[in-house]
């Protein structure tokens, strides 16, 4: 199992974070390099972006590199990734943390700016339930400037397709087995050392208050967050990348 890290090295804990989620999807940079893409073929390669429940914030850590030029506002309501956030960005002006919390109908107030080019999240909005999503939903079509771009990267199973998705779900897992296996690690694991490290140990104990120990929300599929998206005001919305397991859906307002 991989050592603690020093708390003061805030970039260590964001590649471990990283690390962390690509055992759970291996194919995490791709989704990431297509959603950049369709940020700079919809909102060119210097975007307002809003990194939307931007946990570490991963997506913003990329888009940075990718678009130099770019600005980002992180939200999000976890106080431990937003910790690690904050001292990773400390020294970026590009960079502004905001903690709010999705469900409460108020947090597009709290935001610094009234509209973006682009809205972009990924593995995150499961926590929610469809109905808290299409609020959501709303919420976003209202921040995107008109020609502006929303993209969401989540687990967005098809329920037509049970076989396939038995077939993908055990290969995945049992490659997940191996890796485990040999020392890779999982979400609890990874918890439990931030629970450990003194800079961390108090707001990973107020996020499990929050939140509990994982996601009570749904996993609707990607035609249903594209009619979902359409449905809350923007004009078109599609899936532009898939795996057997997610989906990245856009929605152009």
């Known amino acids: 199992m991989e050592s603690a890290v020093s708390a003061a090295d805030w970039r260590a804990w964001q590649e471990s974070w990283d690390r962390q989620q690509e055992w759970y999807m291996p194919d995490r940079e791709e989704r990431f390099r297509v959603m950049l893409d369709m940020v700079e073929a919809t909102a060119g390669p210097a975007p307002r972006v809003l990194d939307l429940a931007c ?8 888009l940075l590199a990718r678009f130099p030029d ?3 506002t992180g939200v999000d309501l976890d106080p431990a990734l937003l910790t690690i956030a904050g001292g990773y960005f400390r020294d970026d002006p590009r960079v502004t943390l905001v903690t709010a919390d ?34 959501l939903y709303g919420q976003l079509a209202g921040l995107v400037r008109p020609g502006g771009v929303f993209l ?3 687990h967005m199973p098809d329920p037509a397709t049970p076989r396939i998705n038995a077939a993908e779900r055990a290969l ?9 296996a040999a020392g890779v690690l999982d979400w609890q694991a990874w918890w439990q050392l931030a629970a450990a490290d ?9 996020r499990f ?14 035609a249903w967050h594209a009619a979902a998206l359409v449905d809350a005001g923007f004009g078109e919305a599609r899936t532009v990348w898939s795996s057997p397991s997610d989906a990245l859906v856009l929605a152009l307002r």
Do not use: F, Q
């Open 172 to 180: 995945r897992h049992a490659r997940m087995d191996r890796e485990k």
């Open 102 to 135: 999705l469900k409460d109908p108020g947090w597009p107030a709290l935001l610094p700016h009234t509209a973006y080019d682009a809205v972009l999240t990924a593995t995150a909005l499961h926590w929610l339930r469809s109905d808290d999503l299409r609020v």
């Open 209 to 222: 208050r929050i939140y509990g120990e994982h996601a009570d929300g749904d996993t609707p599929s990607a």
């Open 198 to 206: 003194p800079a961390l140990a108090a707001p990973t104990a107020e």
């Open 70 to 72: 770019a600005t980002s």
């Open 55 to 62: 946990g570490t914030g991963s997506i913003t850590d990329r």
């Open 152 to 154: 969401n990267a989540d």
